[in-house]
């Protein structure tokens, strides 16, 4: 198995926190939103490859972190080229392009590089490869209509399968939500190719599990723990302050 952390996005809604500083490099309760990525990816038995895909105006800054690193010897980083928000290739054109530029071809693990989550990993890994005629995409449920108005909204049947995902609807179905983190079969990774060459929409991964939903088979894994999407000014500010408190928690003060 292998695992991609996109962080190649531009945050304009985060400026000017990322006017000079990638958003997953950007720091939540006194870590680096991607030192908390890839301890959640490096805790897995499966001990997969890591690889992070950035812009180039933020490579240097991605080098100069895995030199830091406690996993630097088992993150690779790859660079998409682009420079602007205006010129960006998107998250799916970025996957794919990560997956022919290192021959990927194994099972895959995709976690987007601007959202925390406290669910193990482990556990949607197993849930995935029981579900593994299909992709798999870890859900919550925010529980407000009017947030889910953000986010990929997501219907699934009794046996878990994804029957309806609409990215961002004006008038959401449910609050049930897709979080960025999707799981891969190898046999599956054909239809990242084929949805790049023949689609537009090529930002958000939502519209490519709505895409493929239509094509193949979608699962969807629902957790209850906490996940923070890390999308402007004030969900940053919100997230860091509640890992700061659950930090000072951990460590027995008030």
């Known amino acids: 198995m292998k695992a991609i952390v996109l962080a190649a996005g531009y945050a304009v809604r985060l400026q000017p926190l990322t006017l000079h500083t990638s958003k997953s490099l950007l720091v939540i309760g006194k870590r680096k939103i991607i030192d908390r990525i ?3 990816i490096a805790s897995l038995k499966e001990d997969p490859d890591i690889y992070i895909i950035s812009n ?30 205006e010129t960006r290739l998107g998250a ?16 895959l693990l995709v976690v987007a590089g601007d959202n925390l989550f406290d669910f193990e990993l482990a556990a949607f890994l197993e849930f995935a490869r029981a579900n593994a005629d299909g992709v798999s ?29 609409e990215e961002k609807p004006a008038e959401p179905k449910s609050t049930l939500i897709s979080t960025g983190i999707y799981y891969f079969p190898k046999e599956k990774l054909p239809f990242i190719k084929e949805y790049v060459k023949m689609r537009d929409k090529l930002d958000a991964p939502g519209n490519y599990i ?11 894994f629902t957790f209850l723990e906490d996940w923070y999407d890390i999308g402007n000014i004030e969900s940053y500010k919100k997230a860091d302050a509640e890992y700061l408190k659950k930090e000072r928690k951990r460590n027995g003060k008030a």
């Open 38 to 40: 890839i301890d959640k």
């Open 56 to 85: 180039a105006r933020f490579f240097g800054d991605f080098k100069e972190w895995r030199r830091s690193s406690a996993y630097g010897d088992r993150v690779s980083l790859v660079n998409d080229g682009t420079t602007t928000n």
């Open 92 to 107: 799916i054109r970025d996957l794919g392009l990560a997956i022919r530029e290192e021959s990927i071809d194994d099972d």
């Open 137 to 165: 995409v870890a859900l919550r449920d925010i529980g407000d209509i009017g947030m889910a108005k953000n986010f990929g909204v997501v219907k699934i049947d009794e046996h878990n399968r994804v029957v309806d995902f």
């Open 210 to 220: 709505c895409w493929l939903a239509g094509t193949d088979k979608v699962y969807g």
